[in-house]
């Protein structure tokens, strides 16, 4: 019978050959950061045994710089750190808020941006920010590295674009133009604790006049994965945000959704709150970009 | 199944045991260590109960392998008071009557403490939010609340 | 008894003689506990909600390495009908059993029909897979309206309705039917001058006690059994483990452990007739812990219900009729808390004409067990709803129109009894003098008022007090604590003794140590086992009393008791000093024996509860969320012993109630698989989703317990739903009828206005 077996590699080298060994002994190999979406879907949906790889001694996975041109996270930093990094809450609050959204003060000592992105759930809080500021996932390959938008790092339900053998080691940006600002919003039925029932991260540039000059919008928790709505970007440009450019981009967002039905929302009202979600959250980034130089 | 040795630090005092690597910190802190003043609720990190710290920080030791706490400072519940006196926490929670049937107690007291080490003054509301990831059936919180804000005066030096 | 008295202990908030242990993490709780040799224990459990075990095949499992014992169905002997008392919850032996271990049935999702117990949990998960199945899969029954109707499929084929007027030819998902009748309901109704009425329906929701079920068993070869568990009702769980297991209660000690709540869903068993049959078999102790997933599918939740409810009145308020059709999920075997649901909707009322009708009805779901004031939150939740529509209607204050048709002292209840004094008004008025009741609301905001009782139970107790040598108290007594009742016993105790609450410990003792006690439930501890410490305390005295006349060569009925002191009467010639309780023990060899004070009663007179609550909630009208902003519990607790702990049972019963109104469900899909089966989707609330809860205490002293004392811990779990859903039609202008008052179902109320 096939155990289970833990390793902890110390540079990428050695995480890229323990995945490759270990797979081509015919055994299942999984990644693991904060492990608090593992270790419950362990326990919950599937006990079978693997061998986990920890990636976080990893210099890589645990790097965060915020410079004055490119921005990077890496993949293991648990959402505490973050939280408490001053000048990653200048630059893009709404990821960080997202961030620090997700599940409790405990799983917050966890879990980390990387893990949650990777993890690929519909509702994943990080995602929508994510995509709204533009993020670009830095893989690790058996061969080196690659890079891909983070719009494209999720291709279905609790699926990323991961090959075998290649894990994430960070996310980078770059440093958001003057007069920008982000910002993440959820639903959830309670004040803490709940996963997403519908998601929305915004991020738009003003003029100095406050029209807006550029937006993305990307919900979650409406879709198998989060979307971009190129739509409420399109309504949201060339306005100053007033009422009827907002209810323009939340009705964009609620015809992009395709929610379902489930324990935790029905689709009709996923529907709805997300473009109510959309427009409190461009209100917010629209307030941030104007505090920004 | 081969099991793993794992050296790590507990309460301030070096411990070692063996395990499985998917063993996690909870079941060892409870079944091999017998520490049992950490609790399970759920074991999905939902309930707060198993909350410990891990190299200061606020975790849920049921969403931890035990093989990743080597070399690591863990401090349970058993780990909080002071030698022969309580800690003001723990004292707090008596005065106030912040515990009825009390399994949720250790948790609330180990996040507590994390959130009066890290923010000495915090507002009711950042009590609760810091809290929400300990989930009492007994109290409505009320006393809790009250019982952390009084322990957090205490351990400004403005009262007793 | 009771008038206003002076008390030198009773109502002190002492630190509770327990909490050291319990904020340090040494107190220990039902998995705690570990053996010598010990095995692990698990249980196999149906992947269907409804089907027939034809075949099981264990012979895969039994050969693993590391296995050492696995039980079925046909190793648990059969078990005849018979009502089982006692308990909180209603029920049948033959059922409890079947429940414990399936035979041929299976009849909800989750459903035990096998165990194993091995050396790991490892090992034990890995037998539970390797144990094969075969079943007839069978259509199950889910929801209320499905299960009533004609031509339902049935949950049990043999079962015939008990109650009704004409026998049944023909079984049916309808286990009993119940009436409760006063006057004439029509005439009462053709009297009034406005009629409202209302249909409500509430989910399966639990008790949500954050310690899962946990238990240590082991038998020996002679038959004598131990069993540590977690459980509200040690005897309980030896008289309910021997009939299930055709044992001898002489041979089975239950020890209680601290429990991590219960709240009436640790009053039956599950595991532990199970454990002592695995350590049989394996000759080793079995530890059996229920996951949390186990414990949402396979324990006892409270029951989902659908009542109707309708009131006629004058237009000055006055109730002219009243009448209400409940229907209570029983979940796979009957008895719902319908019957006292039935008996507390109109208890807070006088109602000249009523009829209530009760229906128990079987789905293909766990079977309900109690939960804080069984029955009478969902119930009363539709009545105090259609209250507050009449209130509307007639442009009345909610709590004047409550006043017009209070019950008081002298009242006859909607169930039967007469009330002696109790608080009902009392509560009403402290509500309209409440500063909370007063505020002002904002934008979106609302307020909702309800009432709530119980009955409150007496009961069974048993109590000793001990004098050690130097004169300290030592209470033994058997009522698991479950929210500080050590306190009060002890409380009680230093009262009547007369010596300091620092000398008196309390231990909770075990079925074999002490004397038969009730289960701690129906809100009886305080009161019952109360009052057999109070007596054993004046056994005790009565015991000093004479040891000191003996030293003084008077007759003990010239001694009096005083402040921990034998002293003479006034005017009795005896130049003597007075002897302290500490005295008289160390001298007790010498003047007769040890000081051993007894009491056992089967409590009589306990005083029935009644509450108001307040609920203060803002919605967003564009997401339909509700934010709880206040809530306010005014509560007659008779006496309160140790108000922290009275107030703790206010604010935790208005928790509890406040997450039953607005977020907690159980989701089944269509094959009756529980959907939400853990604590993040079983949306119980969070310290952030609660604002404090101002408590007022109020005392109308119960004449039936020596210091006025009434049972508190279920009342306040009753007027929750009611206030919140109350304050949601307060601030949007829509009556919701059905919980929980989620989002979707407030967004979609607030949306169907508009359009």
Redesign the interface.
């Given at each position: 019978m096939q155990?289970?077996?833990?390793a902890?590699p110390e540079t990428v080298k050695q995480a890229l050959d323990v995945l490759a060994e270990h797979q081509s002994a015919g055994r299942r190999v999984q990644v693991m950061a904060?492990?608090?979406d593992l270790?419950?879907q362990?326990?919950?949906l599937d006990?079978s045994?693997r061998t986990?790889v920890?990636i976080?001694k990893l210099a890589e996975t645990n790097r965060l710089d915020v410079g004055a041109s490119e921005i990077y996270i890496g993949a293991a930093i648990?959402g505490?750190e973050l939280s408490a990094s001053k000048p990653l809450a200048v630059c893009l609050p709404g990821l960080v808020e997202a961030m620090d959204l997700i599940?409790?003060?405990?799983?917050q000592?966890?879990a980390s941006l990387g893990g949650n992105l990777c993890n690929a759930s519909p509702a994943g809080d990080t995602i929508p920010a994510l995509v709204a500021d533009a993020g670009v996932c830095v893989i690790a390959t058996p061969g080196g590295q690659r890079e891909l938008p983070v719009e494209q790092f999720v291709v279905g339900v609790g699926k990323n674009a991961l090959k075998p053998g290649e894990f994430l080691l960070g996310i980078k940006f770059k440093r958001p133009a003057a007069r920008t600002g982000d910002a993440y919003l959820r639903?959830i039925?309670?004040?803490?604790?709940?996963?997403a029932?519908a998601g929305a991260g915004v991020s738009v540039t003003l003029d100095a006049k406050g029209v807006c000059t550029a937006a993305r919008v990307a919900i979650g928790a409406v879709a198998p994965t989060v979307i971009l709505v190129p739509g409420a970007a399109k309504a949201l440009i060339g306005s100053s945000l007033d009422d009827k450019a907002l209810d323009a981009a939340g009705a964009a967002c609620s015809a992009a959704a395709s929610p379902i039905s489930?324990?935790?929302?029905?689709a009709?009202?996923r529907r709805?709150?997300v473009a109510?979600l959309c427009k409190r959250a461009t209100k917010i980034a629209a307030e941030r970009a104007k505090e920004t130089r | 199944m081969s099991k793993v040795h794992v050296e790590t630090r507990i309460n301030g005092e070096r411990m070692e045991f063996l395990c499985e690597p998917q063993q996690s910190m909870l079941d060892v802190l409870r079944d091999n260590l017998r520490l049992t003043g950490t609790k399970e609720g759920c074991a999905t990190g939902d309930c707060g109960a198993c909350s410990v710290l891990l190299d200061g920080r606020l975790v849920c030791s049921c969403l931890m392998l035990a093989v990743e706490s080597g070399g690591h400072e863990l401090t349970t519940i058993e780990g909080v008071a002071r030698g022969d006196e309580l800690h003001p926490i723990q004292r707090k929670f008596l005065e106030h009557a912040a515990l009825q049937c009390g399994i949720c107690t250790p948790g609330f007291i180990v996040a507590a403490k994390a959130l009066l080490d890290e923010n000495p003054n915090p507002t009711e509301e950042e009590i609760r939010f810091y809290l929400a990831g300990n989930l009492c059936r007994c109290t409505g919180y009320d006393k809790i609340i009250r019982a952390v804000q009084d322990a957090a005066k205490t351990l400004r030096g403005e009262a007793a | 008894m009771s008038e206003a008295q002076d008390f030198k202990y009773i109502g002190r908030r002492v630190v509770r003689p327990d909490g050291v242990d319990k904020v340090t993490g040494r107190a220990n709780f039902g998995a705690d506990f570990a053996l010598p040799g010990m095995l692990y224990g698990k249980v196999l459990r149906s992947p269907h909600a409804h089907a027939r075990v034809k075949k099981i095949d264990v012979s895969a499992a039994a050969a693993m390495e590391g296995v050492y014992a696995i039980v079925t169905g046909a190793d648990f002997p059969k078990v005849g009908s018979e009502e089982i008392t006692g308990g909180e919850g209603a029920g049948d032996f033959a059922d409890l059993a079947t429940n414990v271990m399936a035979r041929d049935k299976v009849v909800y999702h989750g459903h035990a029909l096998a165990a194993v117990a091995a050396k790991s949990n490892a090992i034990v998960d890995a037998a539970l897979s390797a144990i094969k199945v075969e079943y007839e899969v069978l259509k199950p029954v889910l929801d209320l309206d499905t299960a009533m109707a004609d031509g339902a499929p049935l949950v049990n084929d043999k079962l015939f309705t008990a109650g009704l007027k004409e026998k049944p030819t023909r079984p049916s998902n309808v286990a009993a039917y119940m009436e409760f009748k006063r006057g004439d309901i029509d005439k009462g109704f053709a009297e009034a001058e406005v009629v409202v009425e209302g249909t409500f329906r509430t989910p399966t929701v639990h008790q949500g006690y954050i310690e899962p079920h946990a238990c240590v068993a082991t038998i020996n070869q002679g038959g004598q059994a131990t069993i540590w568990c977690c459980t509200q009702g040690h005897f309980d769980v030896r008289s309910m483990t021997c009939k299930v297991l055709n044992l001898n209660v002489a041979d089975v000690r239950v020890i209680p452990s601290e429990i991590g709540g219960g709240f009436g869903g640790k009053t039956t068993i599950y595991l532990e007739p199970v454990a002592v049959m695995l350590s049989k078999k394996a000759g080793r102790p079995v530890k059996m812990t229920m996951t949390r997933d186990e414990v949402f599918r396979a324990s006892g939740p409270a029951s989902a219900t659908k009542c109707t409810v309708k009131i006629g009145a004058k237009k000055d308020g006055t109730i002219t009729s009243m009448h209400a059709w409940l229907a209570y999920e029983a979940g796979a075997y009957k008895g719902s808390s319908m019957a006292p649901g039935a008996m507390c909707i109109f208890a807070p009322y006088n109602v000249p004409n009523f009829l209530i009708q009760g229906y128990d009805v079987l789905v293909n779901k766990p079977k309900v067990a109690a939960y804080r004031a069984p029955g009478a939150p969902q119930s009363m939740y539709a009545c105090e709803s259609v209250l507050d529509d009449l209130a509307r209607q007639l442009k009345m204050d909610p709590l004047d129109l409550r006043l017009k048709n209070a019950v008081s002292e002298g009242s006859v209840a909607a169930y039967g009894p007469k009330f002696n004094a109790i608080g009902f008004k009392q509560c009403l008025e402290a509500a309209k003098k409440h500063p909370n009741y007063k505020l002002k609301l904002g934008p979106n905001e609302g307020r909702g008022i309800a009432a709530g009782f119980w009955f409150n139970a007496g009961m069974q107790s048993s109590a000793e007090v001990h004098i050690n040598e130097n004169g300290t108290v030592t209470v033994v007594e058997g009522s698991p604590d479950i929210g500080g009742s050590r306190a009060s016993m002890a409380l009680m105790a230093s009262e009547e003794l007369g010596v300091p609450y620092e000398n008196v410990r309390v231990l909770v003792a075990d079925t074999e140590s002490a004397g038969y006690n009730n289960v701690t439930g129906g809100s009886r501890v305080t009161f019952a086992t109360g009052m057999a410490v109070i007596q054993a305390s004046r056994d005790i005295i009565a015991q000093c009393k004479q040891r000191a006349a003996a030293t003084w060569g008077i007759e003990a009925d010239m001694v009096d008791w005083k402040d921990g002191q034998a002293i003479p009467k006034p005017g009795v010639n005896a130049d003597v000093k007075p002897l302290t309780l500490a005295q008289i023990a160390a001298n007790a060899g010498r003047t007769g024996g040890p000081l051993l004070g007894r009491a056992s009663l089967n409590a009589r007179g306990p005083g029935p509860g009644f509450s108001i609550n307040m609920a203060d909630v803002r919605v967003d009208p564009e997401t339909g969320k509700v934010d709880v902003l206040r809530f306010t519990a005014i509560q007659d607790a008779g006496r309160a012993i140790h108000p922290s702990y009275v107030e703790g049972q206010m604010q935790g019963g208005a928790a509890q109630g406040l997450g039953w109104a607005l977020n907690e469900e159980y989701v089944y899909d269509a094959n009756g698989v529980l959907q939400n089966a853990g604590f993040l989707d079983y949306r119980m609330p969070v310290a952030s989703d609660l604002p404090m809860i101002d408590t007022q205490i109020i005392e109308v002293p119960n004449p039936n317990h020596p210091y006025g004392v009434r049972g508190v811990g279920e009342v306040p779990i009753v007027a929750p739903l009611a206030a919140a859903a109350n304050a949601v039609r307060d601030a949007t202008g829509i009556r919701i009828h059905d919980l929980p008052l989620s989002p979707p179902r407030v967004l979609a109320a607030l949306e169907a206005r508009k359009g």
């Open positions: 155990s289970f077996a833990y902890a904060g492990g608090t270790l419950v362990m326990r919950t006990g045994p986990i920890d976080k648990p505490a599940g409790s003060t405990q799983i000592g966890r639903f039925p309670r004040t803490e604790m709940d996963i029932v489930d324990k935790r929302g029905t009709d009202y709805k709150v109510v | - | -």
